[in-house]
């Protein structure tokens, strides 16, 4: 009689046998810590999976917030470049009649003129609108936009009446100094029309210019409004 393996099987002393409890159980108890271990490995295989996949779709709704946002501010932009130039307009032809009326030695009707009136009809409404929501621009140009809107708030209200009895200098003086705010305003406008046209090539319709050929055409659209008005720089 074959004597049965001490792992399968255990014998009393008349030669009947019978299963080794013993053996099986710590068999038993090794194949069931294996299936543990598998068990977890899958679980946190399956749990890392779905992280990984968790951050995918974030990463990717995180693209196309960005994405929206940098097409929503190519949009503002574009049209922020518009509100400027149409800014600008009645701006140059302010400086143009108190440099026409200096000219002539007309001081009194320069200080009645720049006491009458604001920098002129154009608005910055969407700029103003948009102020607080500008997270799609850089930081240059969201302090570039936010300083145009207070340089115009504050040249698009006129001046203190000057009273007849002023002296002339000092009228004289008061005149080329809103002269000058102005002249930097408009130098401030360019700027930011530089900046804002960067941001506005998103939109694929801009023509992809450099900043000096931007800065060059400015400053020929200048000139040939005020050309257009009668102005003549000097040296010319």
């Known amino acids: 009689m074959d004597v049965p393996s ?3 099987a255990w014998c009393w002393i008349d030669g009947s046998c019978g299963p080794d409890w013993e053996a099986w159980s710590a068999i038993g108890t090794g194949l069931a810590a294996i299936a ?7 679980a946190l295989t399956s749990a890392k999976r779905e992280h990984d996949r968790t951050i995918q779709i974030r990463d990717d709704e995180w693209s ?9 501010a190519a949009i503002y932009a574009h049209t922020f470049g518009r509100e400027l130039l149409q800014a ?4 140059m032809r302010l400086y143009n009649d108190l440099n026409t009326l200096m000219r002539a030695g007309r001081v009194a009707e ?3 003129l720049v006491s009458s009136v604001g920098g002129g009809q ?13 997270d799609g621009f850089t930081d240059r140009q969201a302090v570039a936009i936010l300083n145009a809107i207070g340089i115009w708030n504050q040249l698009a209200k006129p001046l203190s009446p000057i009273a007849a009895d002023v002296d002339q200098n000092l009228r004289v003086q008061l005149i080329a100094q809103r002269m000058v705010d102005i002249d930097q305003a408009l130098l401030i406008f360019r700027e930011l029309q530089e900046l804002l046209a960067e941001q506005a090539k998103a939109l694929g319709f801009a023509r992809e210019r450099k900043v000096e050929d931007i800065a060059r055409e400015n400053t020929e659209r200048r000139d040939e409004l005020l050309a257009a008005m ?5 040296g010319e």
């Open 6 to 8: 001490k792992l399968s």
């Open 36 to 42: 543990t271990v598998f068990a977890v490995l899958i």
């Open 64 to 72: 196309r917030e960005d994405a929206r946002r940098q097409s929503r």
């Open 88 to 91: 600008a307009v009645p701006l």
């Open 110 to 112: 320069a200080a009645r």
């Open 122 to 134: 154009g608005q910055l409404t969407m700029m103003e609108r948009m102020a607080d929501r500008l």
């Open 230 to 234: 009668g102005f003549v720089r000097e």
